[in-house]
């Protein structure tokens, strides 16, 4: 009885709570962020590209920006033997199962533009944010380039990128008809 006792009482002292934290005093802290501000931080580019900024790179350009900007210091002269992981795929066999293809974002992503997103959010490492629109186009067409999925005279920019069939776009699809307990990506056991 006593425990039903504090069971029963535990949702009223929360709801107690809640509304005593609702009517807490305001500290003057922080402020309404300005549109500026937001469109600073909102920085993301979804599968469409919509918000890509403008500019353009081809492979070439991007292994120049590679060792210039410091990439293979970290995931080696050929992306592959750094100590950062591989950026280059596994098995360069066409056909091959790509879920042999190792861990490798420029090959596993469903969309070239989640490349570019990465590149541009989180590289180089400790430096992030320092790459010029020109230099992530160039990088990304660089490593699509490397793992066979563009041709290496093809320049990416904020209207081909999107265009880019990326070779393991269908394996991110669910199964249609998936239910508990069954594997959730076509030939993946988990
Ligand atoms: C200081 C070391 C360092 C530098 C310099 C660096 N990287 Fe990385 N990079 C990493 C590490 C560590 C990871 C893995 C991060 C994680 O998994 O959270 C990574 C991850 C990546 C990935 C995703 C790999 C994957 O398959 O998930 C890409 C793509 C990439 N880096 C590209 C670049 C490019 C292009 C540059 C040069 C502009 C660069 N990196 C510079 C350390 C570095």
């Known amino acids: 009885m006593r425990s039903l006792r504090a069971f029963l009482l535990l949702p009223l002292l929360m709801l107690l709570g809640g509304s005593a934290l609702a009517q807490g005093p305001t500290y003057g802290v922080g402020r309404t962020p300005t549109e500026e501000e937001i469109r600073a931080w909102d920085i993301s580019i979804s599968p469409t590209g919509e918000e890509l900024p403008p500019g353009r790179g081809t492979p070439e350009e991007g292994a120049l920006v590679y060792r210039r900007r410091g990439c293979a210091g970290c995931h080696g002269a050929t ?31 469903p969309y070239a533009t989640v490349v570019w997103d990465y590149i541009n959010r989180g590289m180089p490492l400790n430096r992030e944010g ?37 070779p393991n776009r269908e394996a991110f699809a669910p199964l249609p008809d998936w239910k508990p307990g069954m594997p959730r990506l076509p030939g993946y056991p988990y």
């Open 79 to 109: 992306g592959t033997d750094g100590r950062a992981p591989r950026l280059v795929k596994r098995e360069a066999r066409p056909g091959s199962d790509p879920w042999n293809w190792g861990r490798i974002l420029p090959i596993r992503a």
């Open 130 to 166: 320092t790459l010029t629109a020109d230099e992530v186009y160039a990088l990304t067409a660089y490593l699509l380039f490397l793992n066979d999925v563009i041709p290496e005279d093809q320049a990416l920019d904020a209207q081909s990128l999107p265009q880019v069939e990326m």
